[in-house]
């Protein structure tokens, strides 16, 4: 006999991931609350004082502090595994933290990290600055080059492999299986920063990844509001990051963690939405004259299009292109827009443009950026859900101003 609850677990397993995400991971208190409810506790009551010992201890499951863990938090974390097609997740104060995680839970002085080129600039702080201090070596390969990833390798050093898909901001796509397969045999865990697709438009498990994580901050908010991160994956790796967050403390907010269940709710929907404006945008920059290229995969000449496509739902909501100029050029479009905001977020409602040369790759060294086609012409834009004309218009606006 399988009670009503255990049911609706079972058939909340089977469902797609935009069904998870709007019922995943809340198990109703006895108030009978139909929205998810927000604990704002930071500690938790105990029956006995034996009963204490033994939460403490871990013999009997059950809250203790709400660095460890939180009901509000928690339906996050499981929402988000259910989506991932993960074991458990856990929950971080930000995307940062989430990436800190993953490094203190699984390299040691001594070790190699073999990362794509191009991947979120403070990631490479974390790498470079903060792990290179720890005796960790990181070696950056361009993404969609599979024999750079397996040359890079240095045996039984080799850790941690890591990349994003679609990378930012030229939106070349990796091959996640393939990459797996040469991290594996390295002896190595691939790990996955899936924060531009989130799990409504793809799931690197499936294709072999160990873990996955995610700036919670940008798409499954939505809308610019809370900073958060989780990290989803095998039970025993889960235990291991939850372990670092516990001790070291930086924990989801469970206020925060409301505000993404609510994000959550809309994934889907506003996933293809964004992906459906900037699939139009794309096609309207491309056949403009004062554009030199157009950089998202959505595009059939794009050389990420077909394994998108297989790796994908859709293709996303972040584009670039290069305007027929240079960086006066490209200030120049950026200035005369008018409804877009000069911003370097994305994953908002609000669309947002950026100079990726002079802020978000700033500080990466000119010949680094040149190698990695971040040229002083490239303008990325991350496409909002405003209604698509008004988007073009104001696109229009910028290139009457070249
Ligand atoms: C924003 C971002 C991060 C960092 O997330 P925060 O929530 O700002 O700490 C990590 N990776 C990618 C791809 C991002 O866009």
């Given at each position: 006999m399988t009670t009503d609850a255990e049911q609706r677990q079972r058939v909340l397993a089977e469902a797609h991931a935009q069904t998870q995400a709007i019922r995943g991971g809340h198990h109703r208190t006895h108030e009978m609350e139909h929205s998810e409810p927000l604990f704002l506790t930071s500690s938790y009551v105990f029956e006995s004082a034996a009963d204490a010992a033994q939460r403490f201890s871990g013999d009997i499951p059950g809250n203790v502090y709400s660095r460890y863990t939180n009901p509000t938090v928690r339906i996050f974390e499981e929402r988000i595994a259910m989506m991932e097609g993960a074991e458990d997740a856990v929950a971080t104060s930000s995307g940062m933290a989430a990436i800190l995680a993953v490094c203190m839970a699984f390299l040691k002085q001594g070790d190699h990290v073999v990362s794509?080129?191009?991947?979120f600039g403070a990631t490479n702080v974390v790498f470079n600055r903060y792990f290179g201090k720890l005796g960790v070596e990181t070696t950056y390969v361009p993404l969609t080059d599979i024999d750079a990833w397996r040359a890079a390798v240095r045996q039984g050093s080799t850790r941690l492999f890591y990349l994003e898909t679609?990378?930012?901001?030229?939106s070349e796509i990796a091959d996640i299986a393939a990459i797996a397969k040469v991290a594996h045999e390295a002896g190595a865990l691939l790990v996955v920063d899936n924060c531009f697709c989130t799990p409504a438009l793809q799931q690197p498990l499936v294709f072999g990844a160990d873990i996955v994580l995610h700036s919670a901050t940008k798409f499954i908010d939505g809308q610019g509001r809370a900073l958060g991160g989780v990290v989803a994956g095998r039970r025993e790796h889960m235990a291991e990051v939850l372990g670092f967050i516990r001790s070291c403390g930086p924990s989801m907010s469970p206020f925060n963690a409301w505000i993404f269940l609510k994000g959550l709710e809309t994934l889907s929907l506003r996933m293809q939405a964004h992906c459906a404006n900037a699939q139009a945008l794309a096609e309207w920059l491309n056949a403009q004259?004062?554009?030199e290229q157009v950089f998202y995969a959505?595009?059939?000449?794009?050389?990420g299009h077909a394994l998108a496509r297989r790796q994908q739902s859709a293709f996303g909501g972040v584009l670039s292109f290069r305007v027929k100029g240079d960086k006066a050029a490209a200030w120049r479009f950026i200035d005369a827009?008018?409804?877009?905001?000069?911003?370097?977020?994305?994953?908002?409602?609000k669309t947002t443009i950026v100079?990726?040369?002079?802020?978000?790759?700033?500080?990466?060294?000119p010949e680094d950026r040149a190698g990695a086609g971040i040229t002083d012409n490239l303008i990325r834009v991350a496409v909002g859900l405003e209604h698509v004309e008004d988007l073009i218009a104001d696109m229009a606006r910028g290139l009457a101003a070249l």
């Open positions: 794509s080129r191009s991947i679609p990378s930012n901001p030229l004259d004062g554009v959505g595009l059939p000449g794009h050389p827009t008018r409804l877009v905001s000069i911003t370097a977020n994305l994953g908002d409602a100079h990726p040369a002079t802020t978000t790759h700033a500080r990466v060294s």
